[in-house]
């Protein structure tokens, strides 16, 4: 691959944005890349965690606005290359597995929206997110329409993207943004550290947990209710809650554990 590194360790995956000369900032090259690796994530059993990075002290800078202008005056090209980005975006953000955005520096414009589509975010104490679409006269994209407002409320979301302004690591976890902030040395492991222990849950629960929270705000207190009862009849019937029963009984200590 070009424009990211992918790796595999004890069932994490790692993709790491790879352009540093540019801040990460996304290409044509590179959501085909993410896209690829997507689907590879989503349909291996053997991966059970996914982290999101970049290299040289960036997550992302946004979308590449030199590579932009080539398609300026080519609406249907723009809409193609945004519909592509649509679909694999809407399989990582139901991807049935955690996923978690270590931010080290800019997540600007659509590394912004990158770093929302995880289930958490992680920010180095140089982390930086802005929501830069005003600034360029552009409205927000790679699903920050729909991930912020879910985030932080819908009246915040207007704030901070009408404003376009700039968020640091200490406000963006006060906002709920980022869930917490490390020093920029520890930001990789902790990242690791919190996926490979979501990595020991039962599959089966954290799917079926994280479709329902994706769900959450769309529906009402009748249909969450009937989405816990099926979600929880497929829970009960694993391997793992059996085991999990049975150790517990023993006293033997439990298979999943939080990272402190």
Known sequence: MQTIEYRLDDGVATITLNRPEHKNA????????????????????????????????SFCAGGDIKA???????????????????????????????????????????????????DMIIASDNARFCMAFMKIGLVPDFAALYTLPRVVGLQRAKEIMYSARTIEADEAVALGIALEKVAPDALAGRAQAIAGSLAQASPTAFAQTKRALNGSQLNDLKTMLDIELTSQSVAFATREHNDAVDGFLAKQPPAFKWPE
């Open 68 to 118: 932009m202008l080539a398609s300026r005056d080519n609406q249907p090209e723009r809409q193609a290359r945004m519909r592509f980005h649509h679909r694999w975006l809407e399989q990582l953000i139901h991807l049935d597995k955690p996923v978690i955005a270590a931010v080290d520096g800019p997540a600007f414009g659509a590394g912004f929206g990158l770093a929302l589509a995880a």
């Open 26 to 57: 996304i290409n044509a090259d590179m959501t085909r890349e993410l896209a690829e690796v997507v689907i590879q994530v989503r349909d291996s059993d053997e991966i059970r965690a996914l982290v999101i990075t970049g290299s040289g002290g």
